[in-house]
């Protein structure tokens, strides 16, 4: 673990503002009731294999929002496999240049973090962007806090202020929503104020690391998610970083135990990290192809279809209906948990492309629901 104690530097009182709002079709729709035992996710494919009898079948999926163009990770040296994880190995301090910020804690995965996180706090009322990642929602009542859902209308209009904890997404996973570093900056502030934190998950950021508040840490209440699975393109190897005061990032550290991150992870890790022309290089080839990928789907929705440069989301009752059909094409996207959009992640090839473009043809036209 890398951190640097800092003096808190308070917001500047400027008014909220979004970069662009939530759709309409995806605002809250009422309370979470219950905690999913096990939630829908994307890169399901062996389930639709087996579901609808098509195992043989070679599946395009681009149900994951992954990047399919993912770092050359090499081949990490023996004696990373033979030793246990070195917390000395630079990995901290790569990830501190390339977050901006020494409060910083490798963790398997920001899933591990943002699962533990509830259990460092007593009950509380917690306010989680909706729809967003959901697993957001499920640690915090599997904790015993009360959740409440938010859209970002709500929030726009200063509802996260009222809570506890504020959970947000930024940009936000399915729905894009982008919000100004200075907007979270002024919320953490007040909630601050009164012991509160802010979560902001920054898992599909880092294609566009200007809008993140990472570089602000340490500051109290402030707690930042980071994920090298997305991005990197390298979510199989389970290794993301909690950014936070001191503290709290001792205290999380003790509830993970010794040796949480693998060597070989951890040495991938800081490879990637470290390869600043690669990442150049890789921000403007994702925003091209997700320009790219929201003009074809334009040419089958006739809905706002919104993302980041990682994916794009299309917003139709028919959700359901085009899902299934699309899977039937051996071709797997994600369908929203409130079965109102399909999220399309970026094709990993030229090939792959035109295998959409052909599949769409084939798949929207009957399932589209007409006035």
């Given amino acids: 673990m890398r951190y640097r104690a800092a003096p808190e530097t308070a917001g500047q009182g400027r008014s ?52 399919p163009h993912a770092w050359a990770a090499p081949t990490p040296p023996l004696e990373v496999w033979q030793r246990l994880p070195d917390g000395r190995d630079g990995l901290e301090r790569e990830a501190s240049a390339y977050f901006g910020t020494e409060s910083v804690l ?3 995965g920001s899933q591990a973090a943002l699962s533990l996180l509830p259990y460092l706090r007593s009950p509380s009322r917690v306010g989680v962007i909706a729809p967003g990642y959901g697993e957001h929602s499920a640690a915090w009542q599997r904790a015993g806090h009360e959740v409440v859902p938010l859209s970002s209308a709500q929030l726009a209009g200063g509802a996260g202020t009222a809570f506890d ?64 699975g997305k991005f990197f393109g390298l979510a199989g190897m389970r290794i993301g970083f909690a950014l936070g005061e001191v503290a709290l990032l001792q205290r999380l550290e003790e509830m993970l135990g ?32 997700s320009e790219r990928l929201g003009a074809l789907l334009a040419r089958y929705f006739p809905q706002r279809i919104v993302g980041t440069p990682l994916f794009r989301t299309v917003l139709t009752a028919d959700a359901p209906v085009i899902h299934e059909r699309l899977a039937r094409e051996a071709a797997l996207v994600r369908l929203l948990d409130r079965q109102d959009g399909l999220r399309f992640g970026l094709p990993p ?8 473009e052909r599949t769409l043809d084939r798949v929207v036209e009957p399932a589209i629901s007409r006035p």
């Fill in 16 to 67: 909220i503002r979004l970069i662009h709002r939530q759709p309409a079709g995806l605002e809250d729709r009422g309370a979470v009731s219950r905690v999913v035992a096990l939630l829908t996710h994307g890169d399901n494919v062996s389930e639709m294999m087996q579901r609808l009898g098509l195992a043989d079948a070679d599946w395009l999926d681009l149900s994951t929002g992954v990047n």
């Fill in 106 to 108: 490798a963790v398997p």
């Fill in 349 to 356: 090839d030229e090939a792959a492309w035109q295998r959409l």
């Fill in 165 to 228: 904890v504020l959970v947000l997404i930024n940009p936000n996973n399915p729905d894009g929503t982008l919000f100004e570093p200075q907007t979270l900056l002024d919320w953490r502030t007040g909630l601050a104020s009164r012991g509160g934190w802010l979560v902001v998950d920054e898992a599909f950021i880092d294609a566009m690391p200007a809008y993140s508040v990472a570089r602000h840490l340490p500051l109290p209440g402030l707690i930042v998610l980071r994920s090298i």
């Fill in 258 to 289: 010794p040796w949480a991150v693998n060597g070989p992870a951890r040495w991938v890790a800081r490879q990637a990290l470290a390869d600043r022309g690669w990442q150049e290089r890789m921000r403007a080839r994702l925003v091209q192809e």
